[in-house]
């Protein structure tokens, strides 16, 4: 899987190099990446404000791309079981690619929505098309907030996992997208009622709660992995311009 950005800035040829675009604005210093195996690249990429990390499955040219952020301390895994990496493994079969991102300074939020967009224009570059957005506590923000700076067709859904509500607010922006929101009844850090307030901002989506699950949302990380199996192809199928 060669997405020809080892050990180089971006492609100054690429049609999506704008001034001021997301991936622009990083200030690149660097880019190296290394193929873990046939599905999976780990790609560093250097700036003066910090390391951003990507790790990214499945076929580089892959147009409906699953990108997925953690909460305010950063990581790649995921909640429960390392759900990210186990959307990683999976979603490529069906077609789907999936972006890991560990963020330059977490829990700055303007900086970790900006490394977000960042990686979604790094793979738009590549041939991605659609992205879902999936973000688990602080990171449910952030794909919220992605989410919006995008039209429907680029980006027709979000995922959040037991979402903080603070940064949500652009989510009112979101009425139209496919809204899927998960929480555990038994979160003692952000309580399900953040959840249920951000979709009333929104107007629109489905609340799952968990039973007994907590902030990590153990122990229904197989519960949600199978559900969004099913759910993010299903996104990807019903956007504007299949």
């Known amino acids: 899987m060669d997405k020809n950005i080892a050990g180089g800035t971006p492609d100054a040829g690429a ?3 704008a001034a001021g675009s997301p991936l622009d604005r990083l200030g690149v210093l660097a880019m190296q990446t290394v ?3 046939e599905n999976l690249e780990h790609l560093e990429i250097y700036t003066m404000e910090g390391l951003l990390t990507v790790l990214w499955h499945g076929a580089s040219e892959l147009e409906d791309v699953v990108v997925c952020v953690g909460g305010a301390m950063g990581g790649l895994l995921g909640p429960d079981g390392g759900l990210f990496h186990l959307l990683g493994r999976e979603l490529p079969k069906q077609g789907i690619g999936v972006l890991r991102i560990s963020y330059r300074r977490p ?8 490394d977000t967009l960042a990686a979604m ?3 738009a570059r590549h041939g991605g098309r659609r992205f879902v957005t999936v973000g688990h506590s602080f990171g449910g923000a952030v794909a919220i907030q992605a989410a ?5 067709a680029s980006a027709p859904g979000v995922v959040t996992l ?3 509500s603070a940064g949500c607010e652009p989510v009112e922006l979101l009425s139209d997208r496919d809204l ?3 929480h555990g009844t038994n979160d003692q850090i952000l309580p399900h009622q953040s959840s249920e307030l951000v979709r009333m901002l929104a107007g629109a ?3 799952v709660l968990l039973d007994g699950a907590d902030h990590g949302l153990r122990p229904a990380g197989a519960v949600i992995l199978e559900r969004l199996l099913d759910h993010l192809p299903s996104v990807f199928a019903a956007a504007p311009g299949q």
Do not use: K, S
């Open 35 to 37: 193929a873990i195996d």
């Open 162 to 164: 037991a979402t903080q």
């Open 15 to 17: 049609e999506a190099e």
């Open 205 to 207: 989506g489905e609340l």
């Open 148 to 152: 919006a700076h995008l039209e429907r």
């Open 107 to 114: 829990n700055d939020l303007p900086m970790c929505v900006h």
């Open 180 to 182: 899927l929101y998960f």
């Open 121 to 123: 224009e790094l793979a």
